[in-house]
């Protein structure tokens, strides 16, 4: 008999019961894999989930490959939904919204995420997170994949949310995260039923700048995080959609929406040092000039 070697998620009960006086059961656990032509990474990431998972929603964004066909040839019991509009963001809350699971572990279709490390991050939810933020730069992570460009830049963009935000964040821009489904309203995304721009523009939050988005809300909304050291892997085959300086340039502006939405609570607003940079002065004044460009 060939020994199945894949990880698998723990059966350790969490803090909840089935039923009142019941016993306490294991969370469902729920992946969410946004796809957009991942036909020839599929097999990988799908051989290497662990066994016991509630279940798998594969998120297409309108592959023009094989991706649904070979999604569902290697796993028939995958639920497969659309994205009603265009970004990563919005793949993410379409599969949020399909989920039927306790916990929710969000990864990616590329090989770059191990999903060997999912019982890691639902043992971090059971041992009493309430969102498992994964982190290449923590303790026992690594990267194959950033470049110097990128992992300065995000080193900056977590030094800048971490003041204004009072977290403590390694790894902003990292998208291996898993929370309880309850967490979900507490992200506020965009509804899914919402019609795209007109010219093709995407709404806010349907981008790249989903992960940091989702990061400060659960963190403002006083969820309790836990980092899990992860290791990202160079994607296994295609190419990736982000552009780092278009893309960085959203996430900037998220931490700077992000902040002037929860001021609207602050009855002041405090004077901002960002370490590491040549300039200090008034966040508003900074939040003022962002607030003229165009989305």
Not at 32 to 55: K, S, Y
Not at 110 to 120: A, F, L, N
Not at 255 to 273: C, D, H, Q, Y
Not at 278 to 289: C, E, F, I, M, Y
Request: aromatic share 6%; net charge positive; charged share 25%.
């Amino acid at each position: 008999m060939t020994q199945d070697r894949r990880s698998t998620v723990r059966s350790t009960p969490d803090r909840r019961r089935s039923e009142p006086g019941g016993p306490r059961r294991a969370p469902l656990v729920s992946v969410v894999i946004p796809t957009l032509n991942e036909e020839l990474n599929l097999p990988h990431v799908f051989g290497a989930l662990p066994a016991g998972l509630h279940e798998v929603v594969l998120v297409d964004g309108g592959s023009v490959d094989n991706t649904v066909a070979v999604a569902r040839e290697l796993r028939p019991d995958v639920v497969v939904v659309r994205q009603t509009r265009t970004g990563k963001g919005n793949a993410l809350a379409v599969g949020f919204a399909a989920c039927t699971g306790d916990a929710i572990v969000m990864i990616d279709a590329d090989g770059s995420t191990d999903p060997q490390e999912i019982s890691r991050f639902v043992e971090a939810l059971i041992s009493g997170a309430e969102f498992a933020k994964g982190s290449r730069f923590g303790k026992g992570g690594h990267s194959h994949d950033i470049t110097p460009l990128r992992k300065a830049g995000n080193m900056g963009l977590n030094m800048f949310v971490n003041r204004l935000f009072g977290t403590k964040f390694t790894d902003l821009c990292y998208g291996y995260n898993a929370f309880w489904r309850r967490a979900v309203p507490v992200m506020d995304l965009p509804a899914t039923d919402l019609p795209a721009p007109a010219g093709g523009g995407k709404l806010w939050g349907d981008g790249f700048e989903i992960e940091t988005l989702i990061n400060i809300r659960v963190a403002a909304g006083g969820m309790r995080v836990t980092e899990v050291s992860s290791i990202e892997h160079e994607r296994i085959h295609g190419v990736s959609n982000l552009n780092t300086f278009k893309d960085g340039t959203r996430v900037l502006r998220t931490i700077l929406s992000e902040f002037r939405r929860g001021r609207r609570l602050r009855k002041a607003i405090p004077v901002l040092t960002v370490p590491g940079s040549s300039w200090q002065g008034n966040v508003d004044k900074l939040l003022t000039a962002e607030s003229r460009r165009a989305v």
